[in-house]
């Protein structure tokens, strides 16, 4: 009598990160007829060993000298120790999966903590808005100030130029009356020469005068002598009467009217020069005077503008310092506008690349939860397909009986 035995294939775990083990059939060669050992197969069932099935009791009442291959025992503990690893490898491969589902869910949290962010809207913008405005009106306002200080700058360079341009004539026009009052003041001087000669010569008429006027009285004292010797020389040689003394009083009156008529031209002419000279003088002198008087206001006149022109030169130099400082303060709030302005591009550059690594890094722990997703899918794909397989070999994971038996 012959038993068969039917052949099975091979127990096998695969997975991405384990690979895949399988189990060789083993044979048990078991005493029969005449014809020999019939091979027989041990299958796996799982961690608990091999079993016989298909009536053992009458295989064993039927089979009085059943002899098992020495081999056998060293086989079975190497498939026990096989099931063991696989065993620990399995439970290894559960806790992976669990590290991973743990792993998972802490991405899943980045995740969302990540497009919880994501929502968040830079006010970048509105603070450089906010921020520039102010320092944008500075700028107005300074351009603002600096066009009324260039207003008022134009303006006082022209009141100046029309300053600078009345003071020229007003010097031009002291520098007349100036050459004026020296050629009046030469004339004066002539004038004075004049009436230091005129009186020079009054003084020497006069004394001609006096000089004629004692020789005239010599004359008149001589001819009266005369005639008085004339008198008598004729009463003494003619005896005759003469009136000679009339003679005489006409005669002196004669000299004394031409002596006085000469006297009198004579001062009435000197004294007509004189006075001619006297009102050119004090014409002259009138003229001097109010030369003086206006050289004086001229005087004060150029020292009022001169003070003006100072004044005006000061007010300039300060409106020039002031433009100069709100240039300088117009450069500087400039420059601490374009400075604030590099720093918020700055910020908002910085802010971009964070927003950028963020993203590259939100990416990448999408890619990671993906491919876990992906390795986890297939994981639980194989802890199906294994628990499935081994759910369906449990029942036939003992031996039976085929269909033939031999006696």
């Known amino acids: 009598m012959s038993l068969a035995y039917p052949r099975a294939g091979s127990l096998s775990f695969s997975s991405r990160s384990q690979g895949s083990l399988s189990l060789p059939n083993r044979e ?209 040689d003619n005896n005759r009467e003469l009136e000679m003394k009339h003679i005489i009083d006409e005669v002196k009156e004669q000299y004394k009217a031409m002596a006085v008529k000469g006297r009198d031209e004579a001062e009435q002419w000197y004294k007509n020069k004189f006075d001619d000279m006297a009102r050119q003088t004090q014409k002259h002198h009138e003229e001097l005077k109010g030369t003086k008087g206006q050289i004086a206001e001229l005087t004060r006149y150029a020292q009022r503008v001169n003070g003006e022109i100072e004044a005006l030169k000061n007010q300039r130099a300060n409106l020039e310092n002031a433009v100069a400082v709100a240039e300088e303060q117009g450069e500087q709030a400039v420059q601490h506008a374009k400075g604030n302005i590099q720093d918020l591009e700055e910020a908002l550059k910085r802010a971009k690349h964070d927003m950028a690594g963020k993203v590259r890094d939100y990416q990448e722990l999408m890619n990671i939860k993906l491919a876990l997703d992906i390795e986890i899918a297939t994981y639980r794909k194989l802890l199906e397909g294994e628990e499935n397989r081994m759910a369906v070999q449990t029942p036939s994971n003992q031996f039976s009986a085929i269909d033939k038996l031999d006696f």
């Open 28 to 236: 048990l060669m078991v005493p029969g007829q005449p014809g020999g050992f019939q091979p027989g197969l041990f299958r796996g069932a799982g961690a608990g060993g091999t079993s016989l099935s298909a009536s053992p009791a009458f295989l064993i009442s039927s089979l009085p000298s059943l002899e098992i291959d020495p081999k056998l025992h060293q086989i079975r503990t190497e498939e026990k120790e096989q099931i063991k690893g696989l065993n620990n490898q399995f439970a290894s491969f559960i806790d992976k999966v669990r590290k991973l589902e743990q792993q998972n869910k802490v991405l899943e949290t980045q995740l969302r903590l990540l497009k919880s962010k994501d929502q968040y809207k830079s006010n970048v913008g509105r603070i450089m808005t906010a921020h520039s405005q102010p320092l944008k009106q500075q700028i107005d306002a300074l351009n603002q100030d600096k066009v009324k200080l260039q207003n008022e700058l134009d303006h006082t360079q022209a009141l100046l130029e029309e300053l600078k341009s009345r003071y020229e004539d007003e010097i031009n026009r002291r520098n007349q009356l100036e050459n004026e009052f020296v050629i009046t003041k030469k004339d004066l001087d002539d004038i004075y020469l004049q009436k230091v000669d005129v009186e020079s010569k009054v003084e020497g008429i006069s004394n001609e005068i006096k000089y004629l006027k004692q020789l005239f009285e010599e004359e008149i004292r001589e001819l009266q002598s005369q005639i008085q010797n004339a008198m008598v020389t004729v009463e003494m």
